[in-house]
């Protein structure tokens, strides 16, 4: 019986999605080995603790905890200093991290600290004897990679939004821990964390993605966008590169091949051509709906629900019926 590690990402004292995420594929993953248990690690500012119920909801068998009034942002090396600290000590199979920006660049770290192998962006995952068996999407998600790690533990970063959430009604144990290293004495400083802000939703967080293209004409069109995410109440607002790069969005909210990968519940690309690179950051959306005024643009082969027309037209109209079911007409 092996146990599995999960580091739950959190940002401004409260859970990232992708830490219930991770805490439940290292649940999955323990149960297809034949049982053991599931440690998660949760590093943050005092309080932070609280946190720990919704972890054991996820799956965890164990949070460890680590308060620190200096630990309120992530810190790189102390981060990667405590996760390894513990994967060292704990006889771990395998060890689950976000493939967010903060997991992409912890568990890297924590890979160079133990000397063992790691592999990114998993859509897929299997322990198969001493192996680790994962999957990767390449080429613009055109080309699904299986890659094959040995050894113990074996650290994968997963993408957000690959693995639903468990939600058991299960019970954590916890326990304190202490950062490895002192917080004062780290050489990299974490000082703000940019783009859309620690207060809004974030891309990968939000259950509802609403992006728009070019087809808004310009960027004060975008409060249409904007408009609607606000009706949906849990919604993020993406964009297309030609979008971003014409400086009417900000770059971070760039969805695609060279910007943000995402995976809601809903996505719904408004005046979006569908270039293979912009799909290349939102294919796996579990419903997409599309709305251009081009019967053959590209996006409709992928939606699940088309609209053509005229976004200036179908969009307000869509905004209020969302607003008018939201609140219960
Ligand atoms: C190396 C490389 C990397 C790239 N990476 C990315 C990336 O990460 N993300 C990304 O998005 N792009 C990326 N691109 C750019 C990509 O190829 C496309 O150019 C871009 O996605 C197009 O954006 P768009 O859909 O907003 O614009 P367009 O392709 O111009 O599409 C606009 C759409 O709006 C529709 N439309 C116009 N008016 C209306 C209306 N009134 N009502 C309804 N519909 C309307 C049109 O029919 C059209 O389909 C990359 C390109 C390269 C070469």
Same mark, same amino acid.
């Given at each position: ?50 946190? $720990? ?37 704990? !006889? ?5 991290? $976000? ?28 322990? /198969? ?19 094959? %790690? ?50 809004? %939703?974030? %891309? ?10 070019? !087809? ?19 919604? $993020?607002?993406? $964009? ?33 051509? !569908? ?37 200036? /037209? ?16």
């Amino acid at each position: 019986m092996a146990n599995m590690f999960a580091f739950a990402e959190s940002r401004g004292g409260s859970l990232r999605k992708v830490a219930l995420e991770a805490v439940s594929a290292a649940r999955q993953a323990t149960d297809a080995t034949g049982g053991g248990e599931v440690h998660a690690l949760l590093i943050g500012a005092p309080g932070i603790g609280a946190k $720990a119920a919704a972890l054991g909801r996820a799956g965890a068998d164990l949070v460890i905890v680590v308060e620190h009034a200096g630990l309120a942002r992530y810190s790189p090396e102390v981060f990667a200093a405590t996760a390894a600290d513990r994967l060292r000590s704990g !006889g771990y199979r395998g060890a689950f991290f $976000a493939a967010s920006a903060e997991g992409r660049d912890l568990a890297p770290r924590v890979a160079v600290a133990l000397g063992v192998s790691m592999a990114s962006d998993l859509t897929g995952f299997a322990f /198969e004897g001493d192996a680790l068996v994962g999957k990767h999407p390449t080429h613009i998600g055109k080309i699904i990679t299986t890659v094959r %790690l040995t050894g113990s533990p074996a650290l994968l970063t997963l993408r957000p939004g690959a693995v639903l959430v468990t939600d058991a009604d299960r019970t954590a144990r916890v326990e304190q821990g202490a950062p490895a290293l002192d917080p004062a004495a780290a050489r990299v400083v974490v000082t703000s964390v940019g783009g859309t802000g620690d207060a809004q %939703l974030d %891309l990968a967080d939000a259950p509802v993605v609403v992006s728009g293209g070019r !087809g808004l004409r310009e960027a004060a069109n975008f409060k249409l966008v904007e408009e609607l995410a606000a009706a949906f109440g849990n919604a $993020a607002v993406g $964009a297309t590169r030609a979008v971003t790069d014409d400086g009417w969005r900000d770059p971070s909210t760039q969805i695609g091949q060279t910007g943000r990968i995402v995976s809601p519940d809903l996505y719904v690309a408004v005046g979006i051509s !569908g270039a293979i690179q912009h799909l290349a950051g939102m294919r796996t959306s579990k419903t997409i709906v599309a709305i251009n005024k081009d019967k053959d643009a590209p996006i409709f082969k992928l939606a699940d629900y088309g609209i053509v027309g005229d976004l200036f /037209e179908i969009v307000p109209r869509l905004t209020e019926e969302v607003r008018k079911a939201r609140a219960g007409h």
